[in-house]
C-alpha cells in the first residue's frame, strides 16, 4: 500500500526526455528494460523468507492478541478446527467485495490522467475515481448498518477473512506471475527482471500488468484492502458500539476517524501515487499483492480490534485530546510536506513555493532545500510515522502488540528511505551529495 506522495513532474510531462526511465536507471534503447542488477530485500534468500514468514506473522499477531489476552508469546492459542480459519462463505463474501471493487473502478467517472513515461516513452492511462469508490462503500455500509445486516460479521469471521485474503493475494501474485512470462521485455519492472524465479516472483516481474484497462497494480494498491481497512474498523465500531450501548467507545472512534481521514487523505490525492516508487519501480508481485489485500487491512486494523476486544481501556479525556492533537500535528506534518514538493514539482515558480530554496541537478529538477524539506530529507514519513504512533497510544500502555504497526512502520519507512537515496543518488548524482550535506538528517531530526 502506498499512501499519496508525489505528483507527475511537469518536466516529465513529456515522453523521452533525458530521465525516461522513471525508475532511476536510465532509459535503455528501445525502452529495453536491463536485468536486475543489485538485489534488495536480502536477494532471494530474502524474498523467501519474507514470503513465508510475513503470512505467519499476521496469524501470530491475530492469535496472540485476542479478547482474552495479549502478550508477546512463542505459543499463541491456536484454533481447534480448520473451520475457524477458512470459511466458503465468507470466502465468497471476500471475492464479492474485490468485485464489487472492480466494477467502482470500471466506472467511466472520474478523469483520466496519464502516468510517468515508461521506458519506451509511452505512457498508460489511468481512471482515477477512489474518492468515489470510498464515499460508495463508506455509503452502503451505513446503508446496511440501517437495514441491520450484520456488518459485524467482518470482527465475528476475521479470521476467515484474513484466510480469504491470503489465498486471494497469493493466487494473485501466481496469475500476475505467470502473466509477466508471456509479457514483452519493455514491459517488465526493473526491479524485478532478475531472472531468479523466487526473487521476480517477490517483487514483481511485470511492471504494470493489465487486463484491457483493468490495472491491477493501481487496483490493488488503492481499493480493496484500503477502503476494506476503514470498512473493518466501522464494523468494530458497530460491534463495540452494539455491545456497550451506553458508553461510547470514545478512543476507538477517535482511532477510527484518524484511519478514515488517512485513508480518505490517500484517494483524495490518488493521482499522486502514480509517481511512487511502488508505481515506477517495482513490478507487481507476492510484496505489493499480499502487502495491499492482506497486510493492510488486517495488521493496520489492529488497534481498533485491540480496542473492541479490551473495552475497558479507557483513558482521562485531557490524555485522549492530547492523542487527538499528536495525530493532528502528525497528519499536519504528512500533508503540508507531501502537498509542498508536490507543488514545487508541479510548477517552481507557483506561489507556494517560489520562495524555497533549491539546488539544481543535472536532470532539470531541482530539489528543495529550505521549506519543509529543509527540514529532514523525508519530512512526510515524519508526519506518518507520528500519526501511527498516536494510533496506538489510544491503547495504553498494557500491551507492546499494539505498537506493532509504528514499529514495523519504522522499519518499513527507514528501510524505504535507504531504498529512495540510493535511486535518488543514480538519478542526481553530486547534486544529491550536496543536497545531503545541506540537510543531513534523514527522517528524525538530530536522531537519523
Ligand atoms: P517521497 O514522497 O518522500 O518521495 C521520494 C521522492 O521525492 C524522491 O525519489 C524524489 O523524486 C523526490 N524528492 C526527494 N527529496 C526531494 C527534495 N528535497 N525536493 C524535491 N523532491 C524531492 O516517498 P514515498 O513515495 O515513499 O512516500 C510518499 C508518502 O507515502 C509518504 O508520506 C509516506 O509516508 C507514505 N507511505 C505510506 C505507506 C503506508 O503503508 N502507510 C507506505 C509507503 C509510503 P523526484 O526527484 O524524482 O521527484
Given at each position: 500500500?502506498?499512501?499519496?506522495?508525489?505528483?507527475?513532474?511537469?518536466?516529465l510531462d513529456?515522453?523521452g526526455g533525458?530521465?525516461a526511465?522513471?525508475?532511476?536507471?536510465?532509459a535503455?534503447?528501445n525502452?529495453?528494460?536491463?536485468?536486475?542488477?543489485?538485489?534488495?530485500?536480502g536477494?532471494?534468500?530474502?524474498?523467501l523468507f519474507i514470503?513465508i514468514s510475513?503470512?505467519?506473522?499476521?496469524?501470530y499477531?491475530y492469535?496472540?492478541?485476542?479478547k482474552?489476552?495479549?502478550a508477546?508469546?512463542?505459543l499463541?492459542?491456536l484454533?481447534?478446527?480448520?473451520d475457524?480459519?477458512?470459511d466458503l462463505?465468507v470466502f465468497m463474501?471476500f471475492?464479492?467485495w474485490?468485485?464489487?471493487?472492480?466494477v467502482?473502478?470500471?466506472?467511466?467517472?472520474g478523469?483520466k490522467?496519464?502516468g510517468?513515461?515508461?521506458?519506451?516513452?509511452?505512457?498508460?492511462q489511468?481512471?482515477?475515481n477512489?474518492?468515489?469508490?470510498?464515499?460508495?462503500?463508506?455509503?452502503l455500509f451505513?446503508?446496511?448498518?440501517y437495514?441491520q445486516?450484520?456488518v459485524t460479521i467482518?470482527?465475528?469471521k476475521?479470521?476467515?477473512?484474513l484466510?480469504?485474503?491470503v489465498i486471494?493475494?497469493?493466487?494473485?501474485?501466481?496469475f500476475?506471475y505467470?502473466k509477466s512470462?508471456?509479457?514483452?521485455n519493455?514491459a517488465l519492472?526493473?526491479?524485478?527482471n532478475?531472472?531468479?524465479?523466487i526473487?521476480?516472483?517477490?517483487?514483481?516481474?511485470?511492471?504494470n500488468p493489465?487486463?484491457?484497462?483493468?490495472?491491477?497494480?493501481?487496483?490493488?494498491e488503492?481499493?480493496?484492502?484500503?477502503i476494506g481497512?476503514?470498512?473493518?474498523?466501522?464494523a468494530?465500531?458497530?460491534k463495540s458500539?452494539?455491545?456497550?450501548?451506553?458508553?461510547p467507545p470514545w478512543c476507538?472512534?477517535?482511532?477510527?476517524?484518524?484511519q478514515v481521514?488517512?485513508?480518505?487523505?490517500?484517494?483524495?490525492f490518488e493521482?499522486c501515487?502514480?509517481?511512487t516508487m511502488?508505481?515506477i519501480h517495482?513490478?507487481?508481485g507476492f510484496?505489493l499483492?499480499?502487502?495491499?489485500?492482506?497486510?493492510?487491512p488486517?495488521?493496520?486494523t489492529?488497534q481498533a480490534?485491540?480496542l473492541?476486544?479490551h473495552?475497558?481501556k479507557?483513558?482521562?479525556?485531557y490524555?485522549?485530546?492530547?492523542v487527538?492533537a499528536?495525530?493532528?500535528l502528525?497528519y499536519?506534518?504528512?500533508?503540508a510536506?507531501?502537498?509542498?514538493k508536490?507543488?514545487?514539482?508541479?510548477?517552481?515558480?507557483?506561489?507556494?513555493?517560489k520562495?524555497?530554496q533549491?539546488i539544481?541537478?543535472a536532470?532539470g529538477?531541482?530539489?528543495?532545500?529550505?521549506g519543509w524539506w529543509g527540514?529532514?530529507r523525508?519530512?512526510?514519513?515524519?508526519?506518518d510515522?507520528?500519526?501511527?504512533l498516536?494510533?496506538?497510544l489510544?491503547c495504553g500502555?498494557d500491551s507492546?502488540?499494539?505498537?506493532?504497526?509504528?514499529?514495523?512502520?519504522t522499519?518499513?519507512l527507514?528501510?524505504?528511505?535507504?531504498r529512495?537515496a540510493?535511486m535518488?543518488?543514480e538519478k542526481?548524482g553530486?547534486?544529491?551529495d550536496?543536497y545531503?550535506?545541506k540537510?543531513p538528517?534523514?527522517?528524525?531530526?538530530y536522531i537519523?
Amino acid at each position: 500500500m502506498q499512501t499519496n506522495g508525489t505528483s507527475l513532474p511537469h518536466s516529465l510531462d513529456k515522453p523521452g526526455g533525458p530521465s525516461a526511465a522513471k525508475d532511476g536507471t536510465m532509459a535503455q534503447d528501445n525502452g529495453k528494460v536491463p536485468q536486475t542488477a543489485h538485489y534488495e530485500f536480502g536477494g532471494p534468500v530474502g524474498a523467501l523468507f519474507i514470503m513465508i514468514s510475513l503470512p505467519v506473522f499476521i496469524y501470530y499477531l491475530y492469535f496472540a492478541c485476542d479478547k482474552n489476552s495479549c502478550a508477546v508469546t512463542l505459543l499463541p492459542l491456536l484454533p481447534g478446527s480448520w473451520d475457524e480459519i477458512f470459511d466458503l462463505q465468507v470466502f465468497m463474501i471476500f471475492l464479492g467485495w474485490v468485485a464489487f471493487q472492480a466494477v467502482l473502478y470500471m466506472l467511466p467517472i472520474g478523469k483520466k490522467v496519464k502516468g510517468l513515461p515508461l521506458r519506451t516513452g509511452r505512457r498508460l492511462q489511468y481512471r482515477m475515481n477512489g474518492l468515489l469508490a470510498f464515499v460508495i462503500s463508506v455509503a452502503l455500509f451505513a446503508a446496511l448498518v440501517y437495514y441491520q445486516y450484520p456488518v459485524t460479521i467482518l470482527y465475528d469471521k476475521f479470521l476467515p477473512f484474513l484466510t480469504s485474503s491470503v489465498i486471494f493475494s497469493a493466487a494473485l501474485s501466481v496469475f500476475v506471475y505467470i502473466k509477466s512470462l508471456a509479457a514483452p521485455n519493455h514491459a517488465l519492472a526493473a526491479g524485478g527482471n532478475s531472472g531468479n524465479i523466487i526473487y521476480d516472483f517477490f517483487i514483481g516481474h511485470e511492471l504494470n500488468p493489465r487486463l484491457g484497462n483493468f490495472d491491477i497494480k493501481i487496483f490493488c494498491e488503492l481499493r480493496p484492502g484500503l477502503i476494506g481497512w476503514v470498512l473493518i474498523d466501522l464494523a468494530f465500531v458497530v460491534k463495540s458500539w452494539t455491545d456497550f450501548p451506553d458508553n461510547p467507545p470514545w478512543c476507538l472512534l477517535a482511532v477510527t476517524f484518524s484511519q478514515v481521514l488517512y485513508v480518505a487523505d490517500s484517494l483524495w490525492f490518488e493521482e499522486c501515487i502514480l509517481s511512487t516508487m511502488d508505481i515506477i519501480h517495482d513490478g507487481f508481485g507476492f510484496m505489493l499483492s499480499f502487502g495491499d489485500l492482506a497486510w493492510v487491512p488486517f495488521t493496520y486494523t489492529l488497534q481498533a480490534r485491540y480496542l473492541v476486544d479490551h473495552p475497558e481501556k479507557t483513558m482521562p479525556s485531557y490524555c485522549l485530546m492530547a492523542v487527538v492533537a499528536l495525530g493532528f500535528l502528525g497528519y499536519y506534518i504528512f500533508r503540508a510536506s507531501n502537498s509542498q514538493k508536490n507543488a514545487f514539482r508541479q510548477n517552481p515558480h507557483g506561489d507556494g513555493v517560489k520562495h524555497l530554496q533549491s539546488i539544481p541537478t543535472a536532470t532539470g529538477k531541482r530539489l528543495l532545500v529550505s521549506g519543509w524539506w529543509g527540514l529532514v530529507r523525508h519530512p512526510n514519513y515524519l508526519g506518518d510515522l507520528i500519526l501511527a504512533l498516536s494510533w496506538s497510544l489510544y491503547c495504553g500502555f498494557d500491551s507492546i502488540i499494539p505498537y506493532f504497526y509504528p514499529i514495523y512502520f519504522t522499519v518499513l519507512l527507514v528501510h524505504r528511505c535507504l531504498r529512495d537515496a540510493a535511486m535518488c543518488k543514480e538519478k542526481y548524482g553530486e547534486a544529491w551529495d550536496r543536497y545531503c550535506q545541506k540537510v543531513p538528517y534523514r527522517i528524525f531530526p538530530y536522531i537519523f
